[in-house]
């Protein structure tokens, strides 16, 4: 790359970078449904947590899978539904979805690692949205979004390790308090911090769907479900073979006899890929259908 290309880079103009704010899309929805949609997949795109993970999860991502397990599970019952990892929630969303239309007795449980966060405003133009452990996500600056994306402004840069660290330094003090006792969220006046979820907005307050933060390896997430489903989580890129296994191992005791566990992942190229295991009334696995090619850590279920 030419030199000039090189120095550049770190003065991209802002229309480059900018996202939605945290409080449009976590605060202050819009009324524009399908605007709304539009601003929160760019929003949740920007989100970096700190494992290095993106929160970007599209639309109609598994609707295709979504029919195909509906059609294969239709005579039979499985009203009380795992659903691991479920990032924004989207997903989530679009099989509950499915099922009232469909008339589907169901209760859909979703969990993810990363849910609650809280969104520290100095003023009206100028936040940072933090996770729980006072990792900074996003920032506003000025009145407008900036996340972990590549390229960037270099004075922007600046405002955001300046804010971040006044952010982390709010968070510090108050974090011992319970949320409803923290007299900066009562205050009038700024900073402010406010307490949200990582979460799209039709999720919120659907009466089907129970979003709860939780790790599927070591958290209790309750147990007797009909089936739970894991997209996009179990596989090589994320955890060891031991780990899956671990994981696997969870997931059998959450599992009621009789019950089905479904495995997908979709690739860079938009194609999903997945398996339908069955639990006997052995505790064992068994596979019972295929999506594609099968899900890569079928030889892990047994």
């Keep these: 790359m030419k030199l000039i290309e090189l120095l550049k880079k770190p003065f991209m103009p802002l229309g480059k970078i900018e996202t939605p704010t945290a409080y449009q899309v976590l605060v202050e929805p819009l009324n524009n449904v399908s605007l709304q949609r539009e601003t929160e997949m760019k929003f949740f795109a920007s989100l970096r947590l700190r494992n290095g993970v993106t929160r970007f999860t599209y639309e109609n991502r598994l609707e295709t899978l979504d029919d195909w397990l509906i059609g294969f599970l239709s005579s039979r019952s499985f009203h009380r539904i795992l659903d691991v990892g479920i990032s924004s929630g989207i997903t989530t969303v679009e099989l509950g979805r499915k099922l009232e239309k469909g008339k589907y007795n169901f209760e859909i449980i979703g969990i993810d690692k990363q849910v609650d966060a809280f969104l520290i405003r100095f003023d009206e133009q100028n936040s940072v949205l933090i996770d729980t452990s006072g990792f900074p996500l996003h920032f506003e600056i000025n009145g407008r979004g900036f996340g972990y994306v590549s390229g960037t402004n270099v004075i922007n840069l600046a405002r955001r390790r300046y804010l971040g660290k006044r952010a982390i330094r709010i968070f510090n003090l108050t974090r011992s308090n319970r949320f409803h006792e923290n007299p900066l969220n ?38 007797d479900y009909s089936l739970v489903r894991v997209a996009n989580l179990f596989n090589e890129s994320y955890f060891s073979r031991l780990q899956l296994v671990d994981g696997i191992e969870k997931i059998r005791s959450l599992l009621k006899i009789e019950g089905y566990l479904l495995v997908c992942r979709t690739n860079s190229d938009g194609v999903t890929n997945a398996t339908l295991f069955n639990l006997n009334n052995k505790r064992r696995f068994r596979v019972v259908q295929r999506f594609g090619n099968g899900s890569e850590i079928e030889s892990l279920v047994r």
């Design 186 to 223: 009562s205050r009038k006046d700024f900073p402010r911090i406010l307490k949200t979820r990582l979460l799209c907005n039709e999720i919120q307050g659907n009466q089907l769907i129970k979003v709860r933060e939780a790790d599927i390896f070591t958290d209790d997430v309750g147990s």
